[in-house]
């Protein structure tokens, strides 16, 4: 079941595009501007509505972090914005200053993809904030992109209806006539589809297009085959142009927004329809599924975003062990471990972590140095790649864990020090401290805090150690 359970009417245009990261949502709009807001009451966050582009909003995205935001304009930039402040920290300006359509990070977050109307394509690196390398698709406008989750390649779809494959030095691999009338949008799963009979794994890629459809595609990359693009089936059930496709964090389900104003949530292993969600009033422009909690966004031309909380029958990666054992991923074994590897398309690593003993505390407490200095893992990519798995684990494991009521709004932490400040809300007391040392707005509202008093949250702190040794027993 999806049920709607949130609104947001803050735009003054057209919804072009929503994100999420782990903590956060954002949305771009024709009125020039990207919204964030906390997932934890999808209330707006005080540096937001971000200011900047002077034409239209296109498309915006997180980084794997979550620690920046990437936006993209009809004003020919990408802008990159820090997420715990909201300062722009680049504009980056497309070649020939086309408009640019969309934009996307690597897994590792060492590019910023950028793709434009004129049908260039270009690779940032992230770090320099220069150009890295640059192509161009051939007749038609660049529309959609979406990376492999190892990032050893990505894809693109132009308004020509084509569908090019791309390694990671910008090198033209395949191309494939997909959707007569134009791609509109593409994703790629981040979990492999494997292949009993021949013993390959696939990437699973969804397209959408002008054509009413959505079709679903197995990519195989391997050094020594080169590429293969297998179409697997066409979705139906829209009944006009399809603007937006997205995976679910697991890859058991597909989402789709649409001309005909309707949403539609696919179970991937069937096609069969599961839900189709009609409240928006004007066309779908974007959709996304939340990475670490079963929250659904769907943007529209009637210049809202719906939040949709969904009742999931299967687990999102990060809980499939946790959820499925029952077991604190504190306690996982050593084998729990090596299901959780090869749920995150790590599979490479099981034999080097049960050699070290590694278990989930030892999993928890990894670090970059424990995984270049003990582990001997030399590839500063496959490190990266490691290290946000697990960060991503650690979020989930505090999101499923912990009541959010006894979450600080500003660090996301278990407080220990609760306290009540003059907006109402509960905030950990250094946090909120550090806070209105700079400013005089609540973190919550972002209206002004007619007064700076700190009172002591007694009730709320004993009740987190009532919690706290509920978990121990």
């Excluded at 050593?334 to 790590?346: G, I, K, P, R, Y």
Aim: proline letters at 4%; glycine letters at 6%; a negative charge.
């Amino acid at each position: 079941m999806a049920t709607l359970i949130h609104t947001l009417a803050d735009h003054s245009d057209d919804v072009n595009y929503c994100a999420f990261s782990s903590s956060c949502l954002a949305t771009c709009s024709l009125d020039k501007t990207i919204r964030v807001y906390s997932l934890s009451n999808f209330a707006e966050l005080p540096y937001s509505p971000l200011e900047g582009h002077t034409y239209a909003v296109h498309c915006c995205c997180f980084s794997p972090s979550g620690l920046m935001l990437a936006s993209c304009s009809t004003d020919g930039t990408s802008a990159l914005w820090d997420t715990r402040d909201g300062r722009r920290l680049a504009v980056l300006e497309q070649p020939g200053a086309s408009p640019v359509r969309v934009c996307r990070f690597s897994p590792e977050a060492t590019y910023l993809l950028a793709g434009a109307a004129d049908g260039s394509v270009v690779l940032w690196n992230v770090q320099s904030m220069k150009l890295y390398r640059s192509g161009k698709v051939k007749g038609g406008s660049l529309m959609a992109c979406a990376f492999s989750p190892n990032g050893n390649f990505f894809v693109t779809g132009s308004s020509s209806g084509d569908l090019t494959i791309w390694d990671d030095k910008m090198r033209c691999l395949y191309n494939e006539k997909a959707h007569d009338l134009g791609v509109t949008c593409c994703d790629i799963s981040s979990h492999p589809v494997s292949d009993s009979e021949n013993g390959f794994r696939y990437f699973q890629m969804a397209s959408c297009g002008q054509d009413n459809h959505i079709k679903l595609w197995l990519i195989l990359f391997a050094d020594f085959l080169g590429v293969q693009l297998k179409y697997k089936c066409t979705l139906n059930g829209h009944s006009a142009p399809v603007l937006a496709c997205a995976f679910s964090c697991d890859g058991q389900m597909i989402v789709s927004g649409s001309v005909d104003k309707c949403v539609l949530i696919y179970e991937t292993s069937t096609g069969n329809t599961l839900h189709t969600l009609s409240q928006h009033t004007r066309y779908v422009t974007t959709c996304a599924f939340a990475p670490h909690s079963p929250l659904l966004a769907t943007g529209s031309m009637d210049k809202t975003v719906h939040i949709w909380q969904l009742d999931l029958k299967q687990p999102c990666a990060g809980d499939t062990v946790q959820n499925e054992s029952k077991v604190a991923i504190e306690d996982w074994s050593e084998d729990d471990v090596s299901t959780w590897l090869c749920a995150q398309d790590l599979a490479d690593f099981v034999g080097l972590f049960k050699m070290n003993n590694i278990d989930g505390k030892e999993l928890l407490n990894l670090t970059k140095e424990s995984l270049a200095n003990e582990l001997k893992i030399e590839s500063l990519g496959l490190r990266s790649k490691v290290l946000q798995k697990i960060e991503e684990l650690r979020m989930t494991t505090i999101s499923v864990s912990v009541p959010d009521e006894f979450l600080c709004p500003i660090t996301r932490e278990l407080m220990n020090d609760p306290v009540i400040a003059t907006d109402g809300y509960s905030y950990e007391r250094e946090a909120m401290e550090n806070w209105i040392s700079n400013r005089r707005s609540s973190p919550m509202t972002n209206l002004p805090l007619h007064s700076l008093m700190l009172t002591p949250n007694r009730t709320l702190k004993m009740a987190i150690s009532r919690w706290l040794e509920s978990q121990q027993k």
